[in-house]
């Protein structure tokens, strides 16, 4: 191993290296903007290995998963350089706050690993689907908009996640507002009925068991020694109780932020946790990071100065640096006549600066669009002429025909191809359409988009789901109707299979597939004409304006201009950067009162410093956010004539401090020194797959990975959804009760049966008379769950490790997952012997190793890469490896010696390379299509890949012993 004092010597400047260094209980680390906080962090975490920390010492938050798979990427590369093994770096935790929060409450009762976890989206479906249940309409009054149904459950979700972030108690409440204590109390226990959990909540209840100290808490998060807290200035109240209760239990504490950031009080964040973190830790030690490596000195210090002027003493004084850039660079603070004028001067530098020489971390490449953002104050906010504030930027783009994301809600209904798949769900609304209205929406609408429609299928489609939807209501069972199904069988119709539409174009229709997915994930089933209208309501309301459509879940961006909020693009950085619409009342933003339903008495502390309202300072901030966002190129735009707009306007306060002698207000001239040079896009890292399932699906079919993980479709609610997790939720529930002994057959069947769960099965109104299909599945979990603990008595007489989680570094990735270990113990505790076993809710047959319904090359992979995991990452030899077919209770060995663990690292690495070099073929085979999620939209042509390299074969159970992945295996030409 390297002298690890050497290591951070050389690899950080003496600012990181100090931060990194430092072995106080407490430090606070102030990071500018481009300062390289991620790279002081993951060598600090490699120091502590070094110096003898375990690896499950270690918890990182960051701020959203996308920061956190970087972050896992240079930690890596940060061990590596050590001359430490990467692979340790799965048994810590870098993840977010409410992932870390889900884990410790899993670990406390297995019961929460069944639990779906709600993001805003889907807790605002969540609230539509039980409106009358939940009694929402009893405060609908309080609204009297016209838009007073969606504002109502708006603010009935805002008052639940504040209430949550708060700490408040629904007493409290009740005590100033009964009628929405009330309703509170009553979503509080219909999430816990229905298996779902927030954000809020979940790190509200695991605070809670953490501030009583309970054994099964401190158990949880027994290992933590070293807590390290990113983006440290976006915290709410109750993620810094979160921290202090758990800086209790660990010997250390590392924060990194910039308060300069801070740009989401408007959400709960609180600024002043790092502006008096030194005052509340008067022992702490603090580091500057100040040397911004992002941007070039001009914009560095205009917005340093900005921040200083508007901020004054409530902020940190920071005193940045950079370097000047080779190649060319630009500043500008531009006023235009109109807003036409100012929008096709952006499109127009755009197009100029496109193909131009950048160098990018020591190679000279040509600029393309994916390195372009415009960004503005809101971008959804209408105009006078009712049209939103992007339309003139993006009418702009379009006219030139340069490629652009809209990364804001709602905007992917103005892709002609995602609105007339809303629109063609509406005319369902009321009843089946007769043959005309059919005939001319096909014509008027569908087919100027899909040349390739086919009318007879598009109205069979039409005809079968009027029936599904408006089937007259029976007090018989519920039935199954998922609406995921008319999207895919629409698309079909729509001749999507023989359409060349851009991968933007795909992106968005992906994103409209994941709108569905949130519906599905939170109805039982869209069984009724009423439901149906509600979800047509929701993706005309709240879809078309407050519905997070941004591609952070998909692994590979479009390599198209971003127009976005500034909020959207916290963390990212940009080669070239618009800020446009940058005028008085518009940035900064009026201020804003606050106006939810929490009592203001209830609310005010919150209120006083600043919360869930407009602040002049929040505003200041997110402009230098803004500012900070640009690498060499950076353009402040605004203009006197919005849109239909009857008002003069007058440039922003904001524009008139930028004050630097690089800073030109001459539109006319481009920057000096531009030369051309082939455009190659910037690697991107949200390219690299993350999990086993990323690679499972490359395996089978490159195409199905691109379906899922480029573009971004769901597939369609499979029969029994959810059932495989609750069975092995039991499993995992027993192994957590019964620690010294075995249960019997009934203790086991008992268990199974308080722990089950199906979101989309309800259970019969008669169970014991009339039993439906929940009540089967019931039976069938039970049966399943008794003949475990039947047959594999000896399981428990080993101490298991349930859920165990995992991340290898392969290449350039970072590959997760979670493993069940098995181990046997001496008397002394000492480990004798590991066994990975990967349990699965299915059914082997009479001869399971020639069964090739289970694919073995898949199953097999799994259990390899969790044997290598337990061997490097955990530091236990797995001596067998295994998967435990529980629907018959059989237990298959697989091979995990050597060269059978060597060549599934090869196939994972090899996958990695195709992925990144954008490899996306079609393999098509009769059996593997037919089972395909996403049969309907692909054409189903035989594709060789780009090169002839094949993965190694992997080692199967069985006769045959070796296979290739199904890629290979099962392909037709």
Request: some cysteine.
């Amino acid at each position: 191993m390297a002298d690890i004092n050497d290591v951070l010597r050389n690899n950080l400047t003496d600012e990181q290296y100090l931060a990194a260094k430092d072995t106080s209980r407490e430090i606070l680390c102030l990071a500018c903007a481009g300062s390289g906080k991620s790279r002081t962090l993951s060598f600090r975490i490699a120091r502590l290995i070094a110096e003898g920390a375990l690896p499950s010492d270690i918890v990182a938050f960051t701020f959203t998963e996308k920061a956190a798979e970087s972050i896992k990427r240079q930690v890596a590369k940060a061990l590596e350089i050590s001359g430490l093994p990467s692979t340790i770096l799965g048994a810590m935790y870098i993840g977010t706050i409410h992932s870390y929060c889900h884990k410790i409450l899993g670990d406390m009762d297995a019961r929460y690993r069944q639990f779906d976890i709600l993001d805003d989206n889907r807790l605002i479906l969540y609230l539509i689907s039980r409106y009358p249940k939940l009694g929402i309409h009893q405060i609908r009054s309080r609204n009297s908009n016209k838009n007073g149904y969606f504002d109502t459950i708006k603010k009935v979700s805002d008052a639940w996640k504040t209430m949550n972030d708060e700490m408040l108690e629904i007493d409290i409440i009740k005590k100033e507002d009964r009628e929405l204590g009330d309703l509170l109390q009553v979503l509080k226990n219909q999430l816990e009925r229905d298996q779902f959990i927030d954000f809020s909540l979940i790190v509200n209840r695991a605070v809670k068991l953490l501030q009583i100290n309970g054994t099964d808490a401190n158990r949880a998060i027994v290992k933590l020694k070293h807590l390290m807290v990113d983006e440290y200035q976006d915290v709410n109240p109750v993620q810094e109780t979160l921290i202090k209760e758990l800086h209790k239990r660990s010997d250390t504490l590392f924060v990194v932020g910039d308060d300069d950031q801070s740009i989401y009080s408007w959400r709960g964040a609180d600024v002043t946790n790092i502006l008096t973190f030194e005052q509340r830790y008067s022992q702490c030690k603090r580091y500057r990071l100040s040397h911004n490596f992002r941007s070039t000195p001009a914009i560095v210090h205009t917005a340093d100065l900005f921040a200083a002027a508007e901020l004054g003493p409530t902020r940190i004084t920071k005193d940045p640096s950079a370097d000047t850039p080779n190649g060319p660079r630009d500043f500008r603070n531009l006023w235009f006549q109109t807003r036409a004028d100012e929008a096709t001067w952006v499109a127009e530098r755009i197009m100029s600066l496109l193909g131009s020489a950048y160098e990018d971390h020591g190679r000279v490449r040509g600029l393309t669009p994916g390195d372009f953002s415009i960004l503005m104050r809101s971008t959804r906010s209408l105009e006078g002429d009712q049209r939103p504030r992007h339309a003139a930027f993006t009418d702009a783009l379009e006219a030139l025909r340069v490629p652009f994301t809209l990364e804001a809600g709602g905007g992917v209904f103005e892709r002609p191809e995602v609105n007339v798949l809303r629109e063609t769900f509406n005319l369902l609304r009321e009843k089946s359409p007769d043959r005309q209205t059919a005939l001319d929406h096909f014509n008027n609408q569908v087919v100027p988009i899909f040349p390739f429609a086919d009318f007879g299928d598009f109205a069979r489609i039409l005809a079968e789901w009027g029936r599904l939807i408006h089937a007259p209501v029976t007090s018989g069972s519920r039935r199954r109707v998922y609406p995921q199904r008319l999207v895919h069988e629409l698309l079909q119709a729509f001749g999507i299979q023989k359409t060349r539409i851009d991968s933007v174009k795909m992106r968005d229709l992906g994103v409209f597939s994941r709108m569905i997915q949130d519906v599905e994930s939170v109805y039982i089933s869209i069984d009724t004409k009423q439901r149906f209208q509600e979800i047509l309501n929701f993706l005309n309301n709240v879809a078309e304006t407050g519905y997070d459509t941004s591609t952070d879940d998909v692994l590979q961006r479009p390599d198209a201009v971003t127009i976005a909020t500034v909020h959207k693009v916290k963390g990212l950085e940009y080669p070239v950067t618009f800020i446009v619409d940058v005028e008085r009342q518009r940035f900064p933003n009026s201020i804003r009162k606050y106006d939810g339903y929490l009592p203001k008495k209830v609310i005010q502390p919150a209120l006083q410093r600043g919360a869930y309202q407009g602040s002049p300072d929040e505003e200041a901030r997110l402009f230098y956010t803004a500012l900070t966002r640009a690498e060499r190129f950076l353009y402040v735009t605004g203009s006197e004539l919005l849109p239909a707009g009857k008002l003069v306007r007058r440039p922003s306060p904001f524009a008139s401090r930028l004050q630097h002698i690089e800073i030109s207000k001459d539109p006319s001239q481009l920057p000096l020194g531009l030369v051309p040079a082939l455009p190659i896009p910037r690697i991107d890292e949200t390219v690299v797959p993350t999990s086993y399932s990323d690679i499972k699906y490359y395996l089978r079919c490159p195409k199905d990975y691109q379906f899922r993980k480029s573009f971004g479709f769901s597939p369609p609610v499979p029969t029994l959804f959810g059932y495989g997790k609750t069975v092995h939720t039991a499993v995992e529930k027993l192994h957590e009760i019964f620690l010294q002994t075995s249960p019997t057959g009934d203790e086991a069947e008992e268990i199974a049966r308080q722990i089950f769960h199906l979101k989309h099965v309800p259970p019969s109104n008669d169970p014991v008379n009339r039993p439906g299909g929940y009540e089967r599945a019931q039976d069938s979990a039970c049966k399943i769950v008794r003949k475990y603990v039947e047959d594999f008595v000896d399981d428990f007489s080993q101490e298991r490790e349930v859920e165990v989680r995992f991340e290898v570094p392969v290449m350039q990735a970072v590959i997760s997952g979670s493993i069940d270990l098995l181990l046997k113990l001496d008397q002394g505790e000492k480990i004798v012997d590991a066994r990975v076993i990967d349990f699965k809710a299915m059914e082997g047959g009479d001869n399971p190793e020639e069964n090739e319904d289970l694919h073995w090359t898949e199953l097999a992979l799994q259990v390899q890469l969790y044997a290598k995991a337990a061997r490097d990452v955990l530091g236990e030899e797995a001596k067998t490896g295994a998967v435990h077919l529980l629907k018959d209770g059989q237990r298959i060995d697989v091979p995990i010696n050597d060269a059978a663990v060597q060549s599934a690292i090869s196939n994972v690495e090899w996958a990695v390379d195709r992925i990144l070099k954008g490899d996306f073929p079609m393999r098509p085979h009769h059996s593997k299509c037919a089972s395909c999620d996403f049969k309907l939209l692909c054409p189903k042509i035989a594709q060789d890949f780009q090169e002839e390299s094949q993965p190694s074969d992997i080692y199967i159970p069985g006769d045959l012993g070796i296979q290739a992945a199904r890629a290979f295996s099962e392909f037709e030409h």
